[in-house]
Nanobody
Framework: QVQLVESGGGSVQAGGSLRLSCAASGSIFSINAMGWYRQASGKQRELVAGITRGGNTNYADSVKGRFTISRDNAKNTVHLQMNSLKPEDTAVYYC???????????????WGQGTQVTVSS
């Protein structure tokens, strides 16, 4: 099994910044894509940003130019730098990793437990 542990959420005023981090551990053979989803209260979970093992990135239109995703393949970590935060960014942010399990060699998407980001106006 692969476990993901997130950190870095919190409360900030509009215009501020936060940096989320996520570390993968466990029975890992390799990790392909990693990234972040978010879910605001009463809304569906949506993709925020993703990054491939080779470093190709994609972002939701609503965060382009404000958020930057990065990863460290050696440490199995992914980060989300969030700048110019807006109240509409308030949500629970979930890390994901498409990892190949070392025991079964099956590719499985694993999720973190979620971290709350609250942006006040």
């Amino acid at each position: 099994q692969v476990q993901l542990v997130e950190s870095g959420g919190g409360s900030v005023q509009a215009g501020g910044s936060l940096r989320l981090s996520c570390a993968a551990s466990g029975s890992i053979f390799s990790i392909n894509a990693m990234g972040w989803y978010r879910q605001a209260s009463g809304k569906q979970r949506e993709l925020v940003a993703g990054i491939t093992r080779g470093g190709n990135t994609n972002y939701a239109d609503s965060v382009k130019g404000r958020f930057t995703i990065s990863r460290d393949n050696a440490k199995n970590t992914v980060h989300l730098q969030m700048n110019s935060l807006k109240p509409e960014d308030t949500a629970v942010y979930y890390c994901y990793a498409d990892a190949r399990d070392a025991a079964t060699i099956r590719m499985v998407r694993s999720w973190g437990q979620g971290t709350q980001v609250t942006v006040s106006s």
